[in-house]
């Protein structure tokens, strides 16, 4: 029997992470698969934890990784990936602990249709102000979207003088925050597809074994459209997969200078792959 397992984060998180407990035993299992729910803790907190400890399997199996340290996000999905992936029939969905899965989605993700170098299938990631983050980015950054990145990431203060100076443009043009972006409501190739979400197929674990997890957290988008280019495979859009991203609440939690810190040291890793 084939097991949709879905593997999320958790770093004292565990409002987050029951909510999308809640959505998977709301999800509509087909006759003839299961699901279960690996959730991998970054060393959270005790009182998280014990929250944690006490979720009560109904529809779902649940499974509970202590990590005795935080090593970040694509290390400790690695975690999960390691304990789920024993045979060919545990499939592998990771993501963010705050999200919140359509009841269909697992009947529209056994339904798609796709071709054989798709290593990667990524849902459409709405918010909740209602903006679809998918497709990040259909083809690589030019040079001058790269020089930009560059001079950002150059140091803390610069990054700070250019978004005030962006929100300083802002009030004296009187332009208006962006709209939420249309959804897009075909099948298509994308270059990245946005880390709160994906689907690991078949034709992934021929060819890899884990994830690239050489950043602590973000970049992992670029790391992991590497590792599908490398190989000639294909990163999928697919609409019909919706999943509602409540946003990190972890990442809102930390400090902004640490924050940058992190990113920046990320963004030497993976620059090359933008």
């Known amino acids: 029997m084939e097991r949709y397992n879905f593997i999320c984060v958790n770093f004292n998180g565990q409002g987050f992470t029951k909510d999308l407990h809640n959505s998977l035993k709301k999800m509509i299992v087909p006759i003839g698969v299961s699901i279960r729910l690996i959730i991998v803790d ?4 005790k009182k998280d934890l014990l929250e944690l400890r006490g979720i ?14 935080n090593i970040g996000y694509f290390p400790a999905m690695n975690v999960g990936i390691e304990f789920a992936k024993t045979s060919k029939e545990e499939k592998i969905i990771i993501g963010n602990n705050d999200l919140i899965y359509d009841k ?6 056994i339904n798609l249709e796709y071709q054989e170098n798709t290593l990667v299938i990524s849902p459409d990631v709405v918010t909740l102000d209602g903006v679809h983050q998918n497709p990040l980015s259909t083809k690589k950054l030019t040079k001058l979207e790269i ?20 929100r300083c443009f802002s009030i004296l043009t009187g332009a208006r ?5 249309h959804r897009v409501n075909t099948n298509m190739v994308i270059n990245r597809g946005i880390g709160a979400c994906y689907y690991l197929t078949d034709a992934f674990f021929r060819h890899y074994k ?3 997890d050489r950043v602590f957290m973000w970049g992992e988008e670029a790391l992991l459209s590497n590792q599908v280019q490398k190989v000639g495979g294909v990163i999928l859009y697919a609409p019909a997969l919706v999943v509602q991203h409540v946003e990190s609440g972890t990442v809102k939690k ?5 924050r ?7 963004y030497k890793i993976y620059r090359e792959y933008l």
């Open 104 to 109: 269909n989605f697992l009947v529209e993700l």
């Open 42 to 45: 970054n060393n959270s907190d």
């Open 147 to 166: 020089l930009k990145e560059d001079i950002y990431y150059s140091n803390y203060y610069v990054s700070r003088l250019l978004i005030t100076l962006k």
């Open 56 to 69: 009560i399997a109904e529809k779902v199996d649940v499974e509970l990784i202590e990590l005795e340290s």
């Open 254 to 258: 930390m400090l902004t200078k640490k």
């Open 260 to 266: 940058y810190n992190i990113v920046k040291n990320s």
């Open 177 to 181: 925050k962006i709209k939420p972006n």
């Open 210 to 212: 884990l994830l690239d």
